[in-house]
């Protein structure tokens, strides 16, 4: 994600995808404190509620698959996934705008 002031990248993936990083930061350029747009909330509510109706059908995936791993081990395998390309999506569509 860029910074709104100094139009360089604020943050690397791997960091912003750590603790509360997604939300609030400083440019790593300028220094400027920085939070998340609208858009970052909203993408990271939506990809949430897909993580969490994807629990369901787990079962299902599991007898079609016919994986042998622990169910709660495939949950992890099935939702880590969802919860990733959600991050990816997030991070080159939102930004960030100057914290006052």
Not at 55 to 78: A, H, Q, T, W
Request: with cysteine; glycine share 8%.
């Amino acid at each position: 994600m860029k910074c709104p002031l100094c139009n360089s990248e604020a943050i690397g993936f791997l960091k912003w995808i750590q603790k509360r990083y997604a939300f609030r930061t400083d440019c790593n350029n300028c220094g400027a404190h920085l939070k998340a747009n609208m858009l970052v909330y909203v993408g990271f509510v939506i990809t949430v509620l897909v993580s969490i109706s994807t629990i369901p059908y787990l079962d299902e995936i599991y007898n079609f698959l016919g994986f042998e791993l622990e169910p709660k081990k495939l949950k992890i395998v099935i939702i880590f996934p969802v919860m990733l390309l959600g991050g990816v999506i997030i991070w080159f569509v939102g930004g960030y705008k100057v914290q006052k």
